[in-house]
Each structure stands twice: as C-alpha cells, then as structure tokens.
C-alpha cells in the first residue's frame, strides 16, 4: 500500500469564518471541502480531509490504467488533468500487475476484474434505473447486490468499514497507515476521505463515525504511500498524498505522488 502526502495550494485569501460556521467550503454547489480534527498520531498533522459530493449535481467516474487507450497508471492529479475531472481518489487497492483491482471492477465499456470477492463493499454508479439513487455503497449484509447491481453501469468492490447499523468492522490491530477512503452520508452525498496523518484503521473508523458528517457507508480503498486525493475546483486546488505504513515506510517523508492504476473521479454532469 501507499501513502499520501497533503500538500494545499491556497489560489485566494482564505474568508474570514465565524465561530459557529459550517466546517465545509464550498467550492461548487454541491462540491465542498472539509478540514477535521482527527486523534493525536504519531505523524503529521492528525487532520482528515474530506470532499463531499452531491450526485444528483456531480457525475463520478472510474478511470483505469486497463481500459482501452489508457495504457498507464498515473497520479490522482494526472488522472484529473487528463480527463478534465475536478477530483480523484484511489478506487480501490490492486494486484501486482499494477492494473487489477482485487475485487469486481468494471464499467458499461470495460472489465477491470469480474470476480467478486469476498469483500461486502460494492460502490455503484452511473445509474441506468432511474428508480434507484444515482450513485450509493451497497452493503452486501444488508442489500441485494443481484438485484441492485443490473441498475448500474459501474460498480468498484472494496473492503467494508461500517455495517448496516453503523457499527466499526475493523478489528483493532496496532499497525497504522495513511488511508484513502469512500463514503457516504444519510442525504447519499459521496465522501472522498484522506488521512495523511497514521491511525489504526479501526481507530480512523472510530474517528469518522464521531465527526459531523452524518456517515452511514465507508469502504477502504487504499493505505500508506499509495493513497491520494487530488481536487482542483472553486479558489482550492489540493493535493493530499500518504505516506506513513508500519513495516513499509515509518516515515512522513513522503512528498512524491504515486502512479496509481484505478481511480474515482468526478466531473460536472453535462
């Protein structure tokens, strides 16, 4: 796995907020940035970092180095410029030929890996039932993904965070890392997460279900210096790499953007 490191590019003066302001920026209606305190960790600056969209005004995407014509794996920022995408964020984590991810992945054009593992993540969309939300985490413990997922163009598998009933399923464990997440919240709005700063899964998990952001679905999709997010959109431009992993890179040196094969980007619906 790999980490990310945060480096935020301020194109305009800050506005001036008030105490009691809503913690996110809007950059776009619909796209906002947030910025919260996480625990104390032993690098970094224990913030976690998050980009909240509403589908209904933003489509996603998934980019992938296996698709026809891509070729290559490339940095969230490459993928966004490349694709005219405002954000990006791993999709998942991958195999050693850098370009399989390691559950279901695929698109109405392409197949990325059609095994599905054992995993209870399944992120959806590009919606063909408009009965159905436009973009949503499906929970295979306590949804039907057979009968949800003919209802989407695109589905992205990964590891659970939180149940059904919003409860930690990460075991506790001591080994920390930078981590790059998906989630989202009770109004089905799709959270871009990013933690430079090293945790305990389990100890994040804890974290995000704390915070003010109404979480209800999370699922993993990449640690250490592999994890990244990228957005330009608004006066922000931010680029928030990982970097720390115990037994790989003990370290938050890490100022370098990884190649990453698949990515979840998003774009202004046309």
């Known amino acids: 796995m790999r980490a990310l490191l945060f480096a935020a590019v301020l194109l305009a003066p800050p506005r001036i907020a008030a105490a009691d302001s809503s913690p996110w920026e809007v950059l776009e209606p619909g796209l906002e940035l947030g910025t919260f305190a996480g625990p104390p960790s ?26 026809p014509g891509e070729g290559k794996p490339r940095t969230a920022r490459d993928w966004c410029a490349r694709s005219g995408a405002l954000a990006a964020i791993n999709a998942s984590m991958f195999l050693n030929d850098v370009r399989t991810s390691v559950g279901l992945m695929k698109t109405r054009a392409h197949v990325n890996n059609a095994r599905l593992s054992k995993d209870n993540a399944v992120l959806a969309f590009d919606r063909l039932d408009r009965a159905l939300a436009p973009a949503q985490i499906i929970d295979r413990q306590c949804q039907d993904l057979g009968t949800l997922s003919p209802g989407y163009g695109t589905l992205v598998q990964s590891i659970r965070m939180v149940s059904c009933d919003r409860k930690n399923q990460w075991a506790p464990a001591a080994k920390k890392w930078s981590t790059a997440a998906i989630g989202a919240d009770r109004k089905g709005r799709v959270l871009f997460i990013h933690a430079r700063s090293p945790w305990p899964v389990h100890d994040l998990v804890d974290a995000l279900l704390a915070l003010p952001i109404d979480l209800q679905r999370l ?6 210096p592999e994890a990244q997010l990228y957005l330009k ?3 922000r431009e931010v680029e928030a ?5 115990t037994g790989f890179n003990e370290n938050d040196d ?10 979840i980007a998003v774009t202004r619906k046309k």
């Open 233 to 235: 959109a608004g006066k």
């Open 219 to 224: 699922m993993y999709t990449e640690g250490g």
């Open 42 to 67: 032993v690098a970094g600056d224990s913030k976690i970092r998050i980009v909240r969209i509403d589908p209904a005004r933003f489509s996603l995407q998934l980019l992938s180095a296996s698709a």
């Open 241 to 245: 790499l990982g970097s720390y992993e």
């Open 254 to 263: 890490n100022t370098r953007a990884w190649e990453i094969p698949n990515v």
